[in-house]
């Protein structure tokens, strides 16, 4: 979880640092909410283009392969790097999309230690939809993360 915040705060020191060629892409740090346990869910936006993707990671708080995923996509995409200079693709990818990068959807579960469960043992996977009438999913109480 160090790692991650890490990562936010690398990401919100390039987006209060963008020079001109980052700024015209309107980096923006945000959260979308908190977690069942009080954790911030990060959101990383940028990019102008009309055409607007999600993109989500650890969903399954095991998948710590997904988060730095995460952290390659955004250090390139915000320029993080000793040139901090945007190459010609990823301006390409920034003029024609609006990105929202989620690095971590189940924080309370990666903190805990869980494989696939928020701290209150529900898949995040399987909460997106309500499935049987006895079951309501997502729910405030069970999947804010949702």
Known sequence: YERHLKLVADCAAAA??????LAEYRPRIASLGQTIQGRELECVSIGKGTTVAWI???????????????????HRL?????????????????QAYRLHIVPNM???G?????????????????????VRPDYVAPSPSRSPEV
């Open 16 to 21: 209060v640092a963008a020079g001109p060629s």
């Open 110 to 130: 990666s903190v805990l230690g869980h494989l696939r469960t928020n701290s209150v043992g529900a898949n995040l996977n399987r909460e997106w939809t309500t």
């Open 106 to 108: 189940c924080p309370d």
């Open 78 to 94: 915000l320029g993080v790097s000793p040139s901090s200079e945007l190459d010609e693709p990823t301006r390409r990818v920034l």
């Open 56 to 74: 989500i990671h650890r969903q399954h708080p095991g998948e710590t392969m997904a988060e730095f995923f995460a952290e390659g996509l955004l």
